[in-house]
């Protein structure tokens, strides 16, 4: 099975930073990756599919890139409402796994 | 308005059973995969089972295998859980959340939790 790796768990970071979250897959999955976002009590959100797609109504600040096995999501300039955790997804696959998660939290 | 609503969480007691209902509106339910995702208090994302579209097509995450059956009705717009056998270790929100295509999942329910425990 392949393996999702992202790091780091926690970014500290404040408002208008650039942040950057990584994930690793364990072979070679193409573009076949998604970002969701998930805040306290509520269900994920898709963010980013097909590595660097970005899903409708998100704001143009996300940016994924990333192929093969390594993939990173970026928040160019952090708003109030980015703070959350960030899961990475392999998909295309009946049997999709998740990143461990990074929680991007106030300084 | 795309909308998904799970049901059927609670306390039950470890080898006990649950089945859990989602119910969707707001799109053509049968022309969508679906799937089950949990979330362990505290913890990350799991993905449990997967459903294709007319629900001949199952897949199950390894330690579900033979205790959990995922089923649709489509006529009723409506994803199930029968969840039997259960353990401490199943005790999760469980999400259901509809497959875009290729198993990214774009829209999901608010959650239903399920609580394992003597």
């Known amino acids: 099975d392949v393996q999702m790796t992202q790091s780091p768990s926690f970014v500290s970071a404040s408002v208008g930073d650039r942040v950057t979250i990584t994930c690793r897959a364990s072979?070679?999955?193409?573009?076949?990756l998604a970002w969701y976002q998930q805040k306290p009590g509520k269900a994920p959100k898709l963010v980013i599919y097909?590595?660097?797609s970005l899903q409708s109504g998100v704001p143009s600040r996300f940016r994924g890139t990333g192929y093969g096995t390594d993939f990173t999501l970026t928040i160019s300039s952090l708003q109030p409402e980015d703070f959350a955790t960030y899961y990475c997804?392999?998909?295309?696959?009946?049997?999709?796994?998740f990143g461990g998660g990074t929680k991007v939290e106030i300084k | 308005e795309v909308q998904m609503v799970e049901s059927g969480g609670g306390l039950v007691q470890p080898g006990g059973s649950l089945r859990l209902s989602c119910a969707a509106s707001?799109?053509?339910?049968?022309?969508?995969?679906m799937n089950w995702v949990r979330q362990a208090p505290g913890k990350g994302l799991e993905w449990v089972s997967y459903?294709?579209?007319?629900?001949?097509?199952?897949y199950y995450t390894d330690s579900v295998k033979g205790r959990f059956t995922i089923s649709r009705d489509n006529a009723k717009n409506s994803l199930y859980l029968q969840m039997n056998g259960l353990r401490a270790e199943d005790t999760a929100v469980y999400y259901c959340?509809?497959?875009?295509?290729?198993?990214?999942?774009?829209?999901w329910g608010q959650g239903t939790l399920v609580t394992v425990s003597s």
């Open positions: 959340a509809r497959s875009a295509s290729l198993n990214y999942l774009d829209s």
């Open positions: 707001g799109f053509t339910f049968s022309s969508y995969e």
């Open positions: 459903i294709g579209h007319s629900g001949s097509t199952l």
């Open positions: 072979q070679g999955i193409s573009n076949s």
């Open positions: 097909a590595a660097s």
């Open positions: 997804q392999r998909a295309n696959i009946f049997t999709p796994t």
